[in-house]
């Protein structure tokens, strides 16, 4: 069942995300739902044979007091987000300047004299004050009531009950000559609060205002990857002549033309020209790839120098970088597990507070006399609203989805894609690195560089293993037949052949067993090679891999076979080290080879003669003895192993059943970028812990600052100003913090 997409509007704060969150799972047929505050957007997933009914659910999270539609084009509501960043702007700007004014006439002047019976300096301060009450704070005023009236109770209740109240305190204090009917106190007071008003909804307003500016370039990365997204493409037809075609349009298999400056539309292959190509908006690799006919290419990719024929592979939504995109997406909308326990409290923090708020309040003013220049009325006003008003959740709703949004973000920039939260705790959690020798510290491509013969003529063992290797995918079988190529002789027949897993492949022809493989295989078949061991073991001693063969039981020789370690393999295994990683090689080759590679590289500790099948038992053994695992593979043979560690993650060039399995997929073909991307994750989830942990401490400070709980002790109490002032730059500092993440860079050779 695919995931439903829904563009939620008016969530301010971890409060409506569990609004939301609650409103949707209660609804029938729903499993689960994902909400991101930043993005807007609940990600909604039915029970198995549910109804895909996304009206009903529009229709219940608008009763709760929320807009809802389906999510559609992220581009155009960027769009929107802009605009209403720069009308949000403009009514900071204007409350501001009301709310200065404000502050010198309630704090700083004194009697400037009367206005038809009124104090003329508490007049104008009630004038200004109430433009920036009506007019910037109306959406909090509209957001609160729909709050209230469907049962719930968010950041924008605490707005309006704290700035509501200190208005109409204030404004009674102002009009308390005609009003002959209130109590005393209104008339011989000394204080009001219309500053703290002004400055509550001025100092919130442009919070929101840095906060959506922030959260903007939060999501650059993700928005820059879909600006490589090419619209149309040239077609071309039998003829040679070319039209312009929606991408959409296009099938697999079809021949585009592709002119120096443009993007790649498609991913394909290249049947027409040679051409360098810019991949640093894909990988992060700065240097042009030079490609030709045969190569691969990537749609999202721009061709620099000369134009290229190719021939599409995957649709338009099937490509590296709709998968890419997607995948960011998926990995946006996850949530820490210690989010999942701030959204439950949450839930009951805003009703909790304004409780408390309320309790505070009446205890100053009938179990106190006042403290220093206030009265206990006058202090439980200024207690209610402060309290009110410091205790928004906002940090504690932005804490993860921000750094979770720019740590994805610059990670997709650079070619690592990191699958969700889940990728990232885990990687923040490693401490044993587990690299798939093949592929991962090799370039993955070996070469035949000797053919040893024992009985037969050399061409006799290459025949042989070439004849049985030729439906092979494996990177030595793809060597051997290479070799064959080169040679005049054609390839056997086999009857039958049976590959056995791990070892190699058994073949039979006029009655005759041949086998190609490894020294099980051929023990298995009951070969005797007790005789070529000292030659066999000095071979291998040299970090040479060796393939026997043989026929009925007797060994008629082997061939020798290199593969190339890759450029920066000895240096990212440093790296790894330097993390305090446990750095583990697991290979098929027998220990004699795989200690020799295992020293050249500078890895301590390997595990030799590992079957494709016995990987991923190898990594429970690990996990059982208390290790976290992150699994490093690029095969089909990986696929387990990378599903059981902890995190496991598939190198750019690997099958797509290992990319499938991966928690995290690298499009480059670097050992390097695999401890840049741990580095990362663990970078990620530091932002999100020190938000969090940000959140929690402001409000656990805040709030008893606020309720007067020090002020017989140290005197201290949190005028409203100074709380909305507190509250916003909570807020702020919390999405400020996750885009020094933008900074990031990963290790480059």
Not at 157 to 175: D, N, Y
Not at 587 to 602: F, K, L, M, N, P
Not at 673 to 700: C, H, P, Q
């Amino acid at each position: 069942m695919d995931d439903l997409n829904i563009r939620v509007t008016g969530m301010t704060c971890a409060s409506c995300v569990a609004s939301v969150e609650s409103i949707v799972s209660n609804l029938e047929g729903v499993e689960s739902v994902r909400v991101n505050l930043p993005l807007e957007k609940a990600t909604i997933r039915l029970s198995e044979g549910a109804e895909k009914n996304i009206e009903s659910i529009q229709s219940a999270i608008s009763k709760g007091g929320f807009g809802a539609e389906e999510y559609v084009d992220p581009k155009k509501y960027r769009q929107e987000s802009l605009e209403n960043t720069r009308k949000l702007g403009f009514q900071v700007f204007t409350s501001l300047i009301l709310t200065i004014p404000t502050f010198f006439l309630t704090m700083l002047l004194s009697d400037i004299g009367n206005f038809i019976e009124l104090d003329l300096r508490l007049f104008v301060a009630f004038v200004l004050s109430s433009i920036v009450y009506i007019y910037a704070g109306m959406e909090f005023h509209k957001g609160a009531w729909k709050a209230i009236l469907s049962g719930r109770a968010n950041m924008d209740v605490l707005v309006h009950i704290g700035t509501t109240t200190a208005m109409i305190w204030s404004s009674l204090v102002v009009f308390a000559p005609y009003l002959q009917f209130l109590p005393p106190i209104f008339s011989s007071t000394e204080h009001v609060f219309f500053d703290g008003a002004a400055f509550i909804i001025s100092f919130i307003l442009l919070g929101n205002w840095l906060e959506a500016r922030a959260k903007l370039k939060a999501t650059d990365a993700v928005f820059s990857l879909m600006d490589l997204k090419a619209k149309t493409a040239l077609v071309l037809d039998s003829s040679g002549s070319h039209s312009e075609v929606p991408v959409e349009d296009i099938p697999e298999g079809t021949e585009l033309l592709v002119k120096v400056g443009q993007i790649i539309p498609l991913d394909g292959l290249v049947v027409k020209g040679s051409a360098s190509i810019d991949t640093s908006m894909m990988t992060g690799e700065s240097n042009p790839v030079f490609v030709k006919q045969d190569d691969p290419v990537m749609g999202g990719t721009i061709v620099l120098d000369s134009s290229i024929h190719i021939k599409s592979t995957k649709h338009h939504d099937d490509t590296v970088l709709a998968n890419v995109i997607h995948l960011v997406d998926e990995a946006q909308m996850g949530k820490a597990p210690i989010q999942k326990l701030v959204d439950r409290i949450s839930a009951v923090f805003v009703p909790l507070v304004v409780v408390c708020a309320i309790l505070a309040s009446l205890a100053w003013m009938f179990f106190s006399e006042g403290y220093g220049q206030y009265n206990s009325t006058e202090l439980a006003i200024m207690v209610l609203v402060s309290t009110l008003v410091i205790a928004c959740p906002c940090a504690l709703g932005l804490a993860t989805p921000t750094a979770l949004m720019v740590g994805t973000g610059v990670g997709a920039q650079y070619g690592l894609l990191i699958k969700g939260i889940d990728a990232l705790q885990s990687s923040y959690n490693t401490d044993t690195l587990v690299l798939d020798k093949t592929g991962t510290l090799t370039v993955g491509s070996p070469s035949l560089i000797n053919i040893k013969s024992l009985d037969s003529k050399d061409n006799d063992v290459l025949t042989i293993a070439a004849s049985l290797e030729s439906a092979s995918t494996h990177p030595i079988a793809k060597a051997i037949s290479q070799k064959f190529k080169q040679t005049e002789h054609k390839l056997l027949h086999f009857d039958k052949i049976e590959n056995i897993g791990g070892m190699g492949l058994v073949g039979y022809l006029e009655d005759q067993e041949y086998a190609v493989g490894n020294q099980a295989l051929m023990e298995k078949q009951g070969v005797d090679i007790s005789n070529i061991m000292d030659d066999l073991t000095s071979v291998l001693s040299t970090g040479v891999t060796t393939v026997l063969v043989s026929k009925e039981q007797k060994l008629m020789g082997w061939i020798e076979m290199k593969d190339e370690l890759r450029e920066t393999t000895i240096l990212a295994i440093s790296k790894a080290k330097k993390l305090g990683l446990k750095v583990i090689m697991l290979t098929g080759d027998r220990a004699e080879t795989a200690s020799v590679i295992s020293e050249e590289v500078g890895v301590s500790s390997y595990e030799a003669e590992v079957k494709p099948d016995e990987k991923a038992a190898f990594v429970k053994k690990l996990q059982r003895n208390g290790s976290n695992v992150a699994m490093v593979g690029d095969g089909i043979n990986d696929a387990a192993a990378l599903a059981m560690a902890d995190v496991g993650i598939a190198m750019g060039a690997g099958s797509d059943i290992a990319l499938d399995a991966a928690d995290i997929v690298l499009l480059r073909d670097d050992l390097l970028d695999v401890v840049s991307t741990l580095e990362l994750g663990k970078a990620t989830m530091g932002k999100i812990r020190g938000n969090l942990a940000w959140a929690f401490v402001y409000n656990l400070i805040g709030i008893p600052l606020a309720m007067g709980a020090l002020i017989t002790w140290t005197g201290w109490l949190l005028p409203p100003a100074f709380a909305a002032g507190a509250m916003a730059f909570s807020s702020v500092s919390v999405v400020l913090n996750s885009l020094t993440l933008r900074t990031w860079k990963p290790h480059r050779a």
